[in-house]
């Protein structure tokens, strides 16, 4: 391990575990240590979020995934921080419990095409850790989430569908994109060209397979917040789906974004971020506010 310091939730470098596909982080939204999968080891991406933090992001697809490196990483990670001296070393006090295997990492996971291998290799291993189920190992007060964090884009594949339902028998779970509620505000801030209704019906098969919370960043862009019938656009959006999703994840810019517009976007306050949350609960959502 090079890790020098405490990790913080500010920091979220992937090489910080000298691993190729898995690297810790300690999470604000996991509330814990998450054991990240990095299935885009090239900055690839189908999308090109304003906001991202990957540096030199470019459009494409991961590479082939080397399953068998990833599977000694990832037990090799775990067996560190189960058994060995690395919680005590690089995680405060108060963090010092894994909460998730994390799919994320520098693009969008489910465009690696051994996505579905991956899935089964990670519970594979759990299952050997004993981190699962009823098999609980006694170190772990719950059973270890496995999340999938993205953008939603390839929620109409039957064999991504296939994957993520089969997570659903996993205690696994779906954080999905929606950053926007029109085709306006996708383009400024995901940088690509989709019909917000397609992207709902993604989000409804998401939801039937595996319990689905929706994730949204907000920022200031050019000093000024979201409009309100941008934020009136959102909610009627995501109005439509609040009896099949689990709730939703608002946050706000906690590390600087590595795109062009970088030097155009600023953090908003606390207050305007649970002034949003409360018109979502008033939705009939849970939501948890991460500033």
């Given at each position: 391990m090079t890790i020098q310091?405490?990790?913080?939730?500010?920091?979220?470098?992937?090489?910080?575990?000298?691993?190729?596909?898995?690297y810790p982080v300690v999470s604000r939204r996991a509330g814990g240590v998450s054991?990240?999968?990095?299935?885009?080891?090239?900055?690839a991406c189908n999308w090109r979020c304003v906001y991202?933090?990957?540096?030199?992001?470019?459009?494409?697809?991961p590479p082939p995934i080397?399953?068998?490196?990833?599977?000694?990483?990832?037990?090799s990670f775990l067996s560190y921080a189960l058994h060995g001296?690395?919680?005590e070393r690089y995680v405060a006090v108060g963090d010092r419990h894994i909460k998730d295997i994390a799919f994320s990492g520098n693009g969008e996971p489910t465009s690696a095409k051994e996505f579905p291998e991956v899935v089964l290799l990670v519970e594979k291993v759990l299952t050997d850790f004993n981190l699962l189920g009823d098999s609980l190992n006694t170190k772990q007060i719950n059973p270890i989430k496995i999340r999938v964090i993205t953008n939603g884009s390839l929620?109409?594949?039957?064999?991504?569908?296939?994957?993520?339902?089969?997570?659903?028998?996993?205690?696994?779970?779906?954080w999905f994109k929606i950053d926007a509620g029109t085709k306006e505000g996708i383009v400024r801030i995901n940088d690509v060209n989709l019909n917000p209704q397609s992207h709902l019906q993604r989000l409804k098969?998401?939801?039937?397979?595996?319990?689905?919370?929706?994730?949204?960043?907000?920022?200031?862009l050019d000093g000024q917040p979201p409009s309100e019938s941008d934020i009136s656009a959102y909610l009627t959006l995501i109005s439509q789906v609040k009896d099949v999703v689990q709730g939703v994840h608002l946050y706000g810019l906690a590390r600087p974004s590595y795109q062009a517009e970088a030097p155009r976007l600023s953090r908003l306050s606390v207050e305007w971020l649970e002034g949003v949350a409360e018109r979502i609960r008033q939705l009939g959502l849970d939501v948890y506010v991460n500033p």
């Amino acid at each position: 391990m090079t890790i020098q310091n405490f990790l913080t939730v500010s920091d979220h470098n992937r090489d910080v575990s000298g691993m190729k596909y898995i690297y810790p982080v300690v999470s604000r939204r996991a509330g814990g240590v998450s054991i990240g999968i990095n299935l885009n080891i090239n900055n690839a991406c189908n999308w090109r979020c304003v906001y991202c933090q990957v540096p030199n992001l470019t459009r494409g697809t991961p590479p082939p995934i080397e399953l068998d490196v990833l599977e000694q990483e990832l037990r090799s990670f775990l067996s560190y921080a189960l058994h060995g001296d690395f919680m005590e070393r690089y995680v405060a006090v108060g963090d010092r419990h894994i909460k998730d295997i994390a799919f994320s990492g520098n693009g969008e996971p489910t465009s690696a095409k051994e996505f579905p291998e991956v899935v089964l290799l990670v519970e594979k291993v759990l299952t050997d850790f004993n981190l699962l189920g009823d098999s609980l190992n006694t170190k772990q007060i719950n059973p270890i989430k496995i999340r999938v964090i993205t953008n939603g884009s390839l929620m109409d594949k039957p064999a991504i569908l296939a994957s993520i339902s089969h997570l659903a028998k996993c205690n696994g779970e779906v954080w999905f994109k929606i950053d926007a509620g029109t085709k306006e505000g996708i383009v400024r801030i995901n940088d690509v060209n989709l019909n917000p209704q397609s992207h709902l019906q993604r989000l409804k098969n998401c939801a039937k397979a595996c319990p689905t919370f929706i994730q949204t960043c907000m920022f200031a862009l050019d000093g000024q917040p979201p409009s309100e019938s941008d934020i009136s656009a959102y909610l009627t959006l995501i109005s439509q789906v609040k009896d099949v999703v689990q709730g939703v994840h608002l946050y706000g810019l906690a590390r600087p974004s590595y795109q062009a517009e970088a030097p155009r976007l600023s953090r908003l306050s606390v207050e305007w971020l649970e002034g949003v949350a409360e018109r979502i609960r008033q939705l009939g959502l849970d939501v948890y506010v991460n500033p």
